[in-house]
């Protein structure tokens, strides 16, 4: 939400009104609509939507008309040609791979395996293609939905790799299996996803949550102007890759699945803190460049 709202800041006249349209076409529209504050104003109506628009994806995965699919019990993986199918709001996969790229590294020699795709990468650059192209607005619409969901993902650093160790030759599902002490769900990638604030997961009082994504953008310092009109999808991913080994699994964070103890206002929490602010403002500001130049 936070990414959704830096980038609506930086949209055009034009692409405000573009996606304003596409967004109509939606199914939950109507339910992000009527959320909206009746006094709101018509530009304070459009950006609440179109912020409340961003977690759509999310939202999928517990509403009971979609399933999860692939070989993965929990639908991380994808299986054959419907894991890449891209046919709009008639799909009832939550597409749970597309969220992620799992580019691996390993610190103690290990194999390292394939990226499983269709993925995070492949699929953006699917979905600005259609964007750019005269496909129907049905299309359009799922497609950005998804863009407004996985250009934030892609830049959370542990979107974008799986640390694979001689014990774990098939990875740590982005530190989702590297436990944290705290809370028993506590996990390396939850503390990365919750670093911006946890009140803006899956809430059904969408405004609330849109009032804190505003708060967060507003308190982040504009991303540097060649950073942000870096283009190149592959690149965004290199950059989150580059950030989870360099940044990320470092002390106190150990070569096992721990648990670990990451102390609040410590070394390692200013710099994920630091991090996280700064991949935020390039994700909003990158976001609002595709739609504002490719959206057609």
């Known amino acids: 939400m936070t990414v959704a709202y830096i980038a609506y800041e930086k949209l055009t006249p034009a692409a405000k009104a573009r996606v304003r349209d ?29 912020v409340s628009a961003s977690v759509w994806a999310d939202d999928i995965k517990g509403e009971t008309q979609y399933s999860d699919d692939g070989p993965d019990p929990g639908g991380n993986l994808p299986d054959g040609a419907s894991s890449s199918q891209n046919t709009g709001y008639s799909d009832l996969l939550r597409h749970r791979y597309w969220h992620f790229v ?27 293609e259609v964007l ?12 950005l939905v998804w863009l407004l969901h ?47 604030g946890t009140d803006a997961q899956y809430c059904a009082k969408k405004v609330h949550c849109v ?9 982040f310092p504009n991303a540097p102007s060649k950073a942000a009109g870096e283009m190149k999808t592959s690149v965004w991913v290199h950059e989150s890759f580059e950030a989870a080994r360099d940044v990320v699994y470092q002390q106190p964070i150990g070569p096992k699945e721990g648990p670990y103890s990451i102390v609040p206002w410590s070394g390692y929490e200013t710099k994920a803190e630091h991090v996280a602010q700064e991949r935020l403002a390039l994700a909003g500001a990158r976001l609002a460049h595709v739609l504002n130049h490719e959206l057609r």
């Open 132 to 143: 750019a192209s005269d496909q129907p607005d049905e299309l359009k619409s799922y497609d």
């Open 22 to 50: 596409l967004l109509k076409l939606n199914p939950d529209y109507a339910n992000w609509d009527k959320q909206v504050p009746a006094n709101a104003s018509p530009e304070d109506h459009d950006r609440i939507i179109f």
């Open 150 to 196: 996985l250009v934030g993902d892609i830049h959370q650093p542990l979107h974008a790799t799986a640390r694979i160790t001689q014990d774990d030759a098939q990875g740590d599902a982005g530190g989702n299996k590297v436990k944290l002490r705290g809370d028993a769900d506590s996990n390396l990638h939850a503390y990365w996803d919750d670093l911006p």
């Open 102 to 128: 799992d580019v691996p590294f390993s610190k103690d020699g290990a194999k390292l395996p394939a990226i499983p795709a269709p993925n995070a990468e492949t699929q953006i650059d699917a979905f600005r």
């Open 211 to 219: 009032e804190r994504a505003v708060v967060l953008g507003q308190s």
